[in-house]
C-alpha cells in the first residue's frame, strides 16, 4: 500500500461562513482551486443540490473525498445520502461529531447507525467516524468510547477519519493510533497545535505550531493512507482561506506534495 500516492484535500469547515448558499459554494470552491488544492471534503454547506455541486467541483478540477453528512439524514434518510454522494462522486460518508462519554450514548449510536452503515457499504461505499476528544473519556474509569466502537465493529464497515489535533489533545499519540488502526483508516484530519501567550491551546496552520507533521507525514506515507484533509476550526480574524493556503504551501514544502 505504500506506493499510493497521499492526496490533501481542503476541509471545508474552515470556510463554513462562505458556503451557506450554492452562489457561495461556487465561489468558494474556484478560491480553493486558487489556494493549490485539487480535492476537498463536503462539511457544514448551507443548502445545495447534488447536481449542482457535481457540475461546480468539475468546473475546477476538483473532487471530493469525504463528507461530514448530518447523524439524522445517516440514519433515518440513508438511501438518498448514499444517491448523493453517487451523483458528486463522493466514496465516504462521514459523520462529523457524537459525544460518546457514556455506556448509553455507544450503546445508542451502535444501534441507530449500524443498519445505515450496512447499507452504505452494501451499496458499494464507506462510513467514517470523525472523533473529538470526548471519545477518548474514561467512562466510569474503565473503556473510553473509542475503544468501545473499535470492540463492537468491524474495520469492513465502520471507518474512522482521525482527528490528529483532538488525539493530541486527549493525550494520544497520533502516529501509534494511525499504525494501531490502519485497517480502518484511509483519511485522516490535519490542523496543528499551538499555545498562546496565555498558555492556552489554539489551532494553527499545519507546521505552524507544536506537533509532529514531518513524523506524522512521513507515517501516512508508510501506511499508504489516501487522503490528509487540512481543517482550522478558528483562524483567530485571519482570512481562513489564507489559512488554508499557508498549510498547503507549507505541506508542499515539507512533505514534497
Not at 210 to 222: H, P
Not at 228 to 240: F, L, S
Amino acid at each position: 500500500m505504500a506506493e499510493n500516492k497521499l492526496r490533501i484535500a481542503a476541509q471545508l469547515y474552515t470556510v463554513r461562513a462562505f458556503t451557506k448558499t450554492e452562489g457561495g459554494i461556487a465561489e468558494t470552491l474556484k478560491r480553493i482551486k486558487d489556494a493549490g488544492y485539487d480535492c476537498v471534503q463536503v462539511s457544514a454547506f448551507g443548502p445545495y443540490r447534488a447536481e449542482f455541486l457535481r457540475d461546480e467541483l468539475g468546473k475546477n478540477g476538483l473532487s471530493v473525498c469525504v463528507t461530514h453528512t448530518a447523524y439524522d439524514r445517516i440514519v433515518g434518510d440513508t438511501e438518498n445520502v448514499i444517491r448523493e454522494h453517487k451523483v458528486i462522486g463522493c466514496p465516504y460518508i462521514g459523520l462529523g461529531y457524537r459525544i460518546l462519554n457514556t455506556q448509553e450514548a455507544v450503546d445508542t449510536l451502535l444501534r441507530e447507525i449500524m443498519p445505515a452503515v450496512k447499507k452504505i457499504k452494501d451499496a458499494g461505499l464507506g462510513f467514517v467516524y470523525h472523533n473529538h476528544q470526548n471519545e477518548f473519556h474514561r467512562i466510569d474509569g474503565g473503556k473510553r468510547g473509542m475503544d468501545m466502537l473499535l470492540e463492537r465493529t468491524s474495520p469492513e464497515e465502520f471507518g474512522l477519519l482521525p482527528d490528529l489535533y483532538w488525539l493530541q489533545y486527549s493525550g494520544v499519540n497520533p502516529v501509534k493510533f494511525l499504525r494501531e488502526n490502519r485497517q480502518r483508516i484511509n483519511i485522516v484530519h490535519l490542523k496543528d497545535m499551538s499555545i498562546s501567550e496565555d498558555r492556552e491551546q489554539r489551532y494553527a496552520e499545519v507546521f505552524e505550531g507544536n506537533m509532529d507533521y514531518d513524523g506524522i507525514g512521513a507515517v501516512l506515507k508508510e501506511l499508504g493512507i489516501g487522503y490528509a484533509a487540512v481543517e482550522q476550526d478558528e483562524c483567530y480574524g485571519k482570512d481562513p482561506f489564507e489559512c488554508l493556503a499557508r498549510s498547503r504551501e507549507n505541506i508542499k514544502k515539507h512533505w514534497g506534495i
